[in-house]
């Protein structure tokens, strides 16, 4: 038999095997539908028949792309609650108010969703208009048909929404029937079910005889009249749509008698988790830096400090007779290399604050650039006004000819001129120009940076003699952060990171203040005796709250990443509560995975300054670090080390700059400012905060703000400095006032 007969036959024999596994399998397949539709009742469809027999094909690829088929439903949650006769008539509502934008993405980025609504509550019927801005609702329950057939859906918003049905009463079987748009453009009028392809569902076949999980996503934003509607009819009967009434919906689960913090019984469904995952930002300052991990090196030992710089006198400003609340007139901002990237570019535009004043007055950049050749303008310019002044005269038809021919050559020499024209560079380096002042009233600037050759200098120095010191021990790999603080009549103080790698390989971190007094002709660095920061030092968070339940479980789920993350166990959560009736703070602490946490339960009307103080009197320890905390912030994991830094005995506190998000942006997109202005947030060793007075509990017990500044003048006339820096990765969400402080 020749090779090409062999080839022939054991293709046949292939192609055979293939059509006896497709017969096999197809079987198989009837198989199982049938047996699916005999035990439901219902026509059997996969994901990709819904889809595909529902819309159009523009319709199925559009869904497909932003939704995905491929959704595990073993990451969602579902606790199954029983179901009573007396939910009838009636949906459950969850509401996240205080939240910006016109998407469902938008939705799925707020910090709290979809456990931990601001309010819940129920609906009598699926046509809802609150009246009211800046919010998402999330309303679920069980749709009753009325009949037995084949239903069509339709859904209508201003802004954006989703309707999800399940194919029984499991939330873990829903699929998507129709949406009002994905970017937050889309919106349509009350009852118009008609204007977007996605808005009306394929047939869906339902029996009166059950009952089905359904779910419906709403966002709304600050502008237009608020509405979100479900309508159905039944197929080939031509009717109108008609709302979804109470006739025809039930709870999931009677919510009435619990609390904010009871969040087991919500569903975690395909529904909720859409659309929650976020590309990687741009943002230069989410961008991964090595300040970020240097916690994750060991310190040098201490004992290869002793000796290399010879002491100096440290003496810290001296206490100042300040009026009123003019104590943050007299912090000044510390200088930082390299770069942090805390400046926020992406916010910027030619009239940016970050750009000396004469430029933004000439409301253009052009101001600094100088043409090379100017003369082609003006060049340019004299020729427009000469053919003006031609096109204006009284001339002979062969004289315009003439005159016409004269200036399409010059037009042709001179075409287009202005792509030629080049400018001579001129380095704008911002920081020159940037001051307290300016940073002060310009919440986007970011750090004040040092140039390298004010830097690179007194590490080398330093580096010097530390090898000088210990035969050449160490090597410098890396300088990860320097912190510069002038005080023109004394000295500056340098806080020096480097990364260093000793003889035997290892990596160590050192972390060192070093001073250079200012009475020297030329550069001499000491050591600031007294002055040095304690890696050991217990860092206290202390945090008072009253019926916040939903920021409360996003504080203790951050406490527990900055445990995890950092490794460190030397700090603790103290959390004041003022008799929170929304969940239970205290059982909330005792099943976190915090190493340290203390409850403290107060009583009456909430009260910040108080709150404080009674978290700052649980602690004993004069030698351990007060940091008076918010409860609306997301940490980096860098934060206890930070608080460490910056905090000095006797000689320093420190008050980190937070950037405060906007309504609706989250971390990863670092929409917001620098709250520069801000003294809320502070480090300061207990021996210190207990010399100033601690909190002012007598004059600040209804009013929201003003002890961050009053406790700051205690501070600064006492003779301690404040260490203010922009912290990496250190945000406040927005929110309202809305139920804090009483209301």
């Known amino acids: ?137 999330r309303i679920f329950g069980y749709l009753h048909p009325y009949t037995h057939g084949e239903f069509v859906f339709a859904l209508s918003s201003q802004d954006n929404s989703e309707l999800w049905l399940s194919t029984d009463e499991s939330p873990l079987n829903l699929q998507l029937l129709g949406w009002v748009g994905k970017t937050g453009t889309e919106w349509t009028a009350p009852g118009e079910f008609e204007k977007y392809v996605s808005q009306i569902s394929r047939p869906v076949r339902l029996s009166a005889e059950r009952k089905y999980f359904f779910e419906l996503l709403h966002k709304q934003d600050h502008e237009g009249t608020d509405h979100v509607e479900v309508a159905w009819q039944l197929q ?70 002793q000796d290399v710089l010879p002491d100096c006198e440290y003496k810290p400003i001296k206490g100042r007779h300040l009026g009123r609340h003019q104590g943050l007139n007299y912090v000044k901002l510390s200088y930082i290399y390299p770069d942090d990237h805390t400046r926020l570019t992406h916010m910027e535009s030619e009239k940016s604050c970050v750009y000396p004043p004469d430029i933004v007055e000439r409301s253009s950049l052009s101001g600094y650039m100088k043409l090379d050749s100017p003369d082609l303008q003006q060049q340019e310019s004299r020729d427009r006004n000469q053919s003006f002044l031609s096109e204006g005269l009284d001339i002979s ?51 004040l940076l040092i140039n390298s050759n004010d830097v690179l200098p007194v590490v080398k120095d330093f580096m010097d003699k530390l090898n000088k010191e210990h035969n050449g021990r160490f090597t410098l790999v890396k ?13 500056i103080r340098y806080l020096l990171e480097l990364l260093l790698k000793d003889m035997k390989g290892q990596m160590v971190r050192l972390s060192q203040y070093v001073y250079a007094t200012s009475n020297q002709p030329e550069l001499v660095l000491c050591n600031p005796v007294a002055f040095s920061w304690n890696p050991l030092a217990t860092v206290h968070i202390i945090v008072p709250v009253k019926n916040q339940a939903r920021w409360v479980h996003k504080l203790i789920t951050e406490m527990e990443k900055v445990f995890r993350e950092s490794g460190d166990t030397n700090f603790n959560l103290i959390v004041t509560d003022y008799d929170s009736t929304d969940m239970d703070v205290e059982k909330a602490l005792k099943k976190s995975s915090l190493h340290r946490y203390q409850y403290v339960k107060l009583t009456g009307n909430f009260q910040r300054s108080a709150g404080l103080q ?103 006339k006492s003779g301690l400095e404040v260490d203010r820096i922009y912290l990496r990765n250190f945000f406040h969400y927005f929110h309202s006032k809305r139920g804090m402080w009483n209301e």
Request: net charge positive; with cysteine; aromatic share 10%.
């Open 236 to 305: 080939g009967e031509g009717s109108r749509f008609t709302a979804i009434d109470s006739k025809h919906i039930s709870l999931y689960v009677d919510e009435s008698a619990m609390v904010a913090g009871d969040v087991e019984h919500i569903p975690q469904t395909a529904a909720s988790h859409s659309n929650t995952k976020q590309s990687s930002s741009t943002v230069d300052m989410l961008r991964e830096d090595p300040r970020d991990v240097l916690l994750q090196v060991p310190l040098i030992n201490s004992k290869f400090l």
């Open 479 to 491: 300088v990860v952060n320097v912190v510069k603080r002038v005080d023109p009549a004394k000295g």
């Open 397 to 447: 038809g062969k004289e315009r000819i003439v005159k016409r021919s004269l200036k399409l050559l010059q037009e042709k020499n001179n075409v287009n001129w202005h792509w030629r024209q080049t400018f001579q560079i001129i380095h704008l380096d911002y920081r020159a120009h940037n001051s307290d002042a300016i940073e002060m009233n310009c919440k986007i600037a970011g750090s």
């Open 614 to 716: 009674a978290g700052i009197d649980l602690i004993k320890d004069p030698h351990s670090i007060v940091f008076l905390c918010d409860l609306h912030l997301q940490f980096p994991t860098s934060i206890i080390d930070s608080i460490r830094k910056h905090s000095v005995e006797g000689h320093m506190a420190f008050a980190p700059i937070v950037l405060r998000l906007d309504c609706g942006a989250t971390p990863l997109e670092a929409r917001g400012f620098w709250e520069v202005q801000g003294f809320g947030l502070l480090g300061i060793y207990k021996s210190d905060l207990d010399a100033v007075g601690g909190m002012n509990t007598k004059e600040y017990t209804d009013r929201w703000g003003g002890e961050d500044w009053d406790l700051l003048d205690r501070i600064i």
């Open 1 to 137: 038999m020749s090779v090409g007969s062999q080839r022939t036959r054991l293709q046949r024999l292939l192609f055979g095997a293939i059509v006896l596994v497709a017969a096999v399998a197809f079987y198989h397949e009837i198989i199982v539908a049938n047996s699916w539709i005999r035990n439901t009742g219902l026509k059997a469809y996969s994901v990709n028949d819904f889809w595909r027999k529902a819309m159009p094909d523009n319709w199925v690829r559009r869904a497909k792309q932003y939704y995905g088929e491929d959704s595990s439903a073993s990451s969602y949650s579902v606790t199954p609650q029983p179901w009573k006769q007396k939910y009838k008539g009636r949906a459950n509502l969850h509401a996240f108010e205080d939240w910006c934008g016109k998407s469902i993405a938008e939705l799925g980025k707020n910090p709290h969703y979809p456990l931990y609504p601001h309010s819940r509550s129920t609906v009598l019927k699926l046509a809802v208009t609150p009246k009211w801005t800046n919010y998402g609702l």
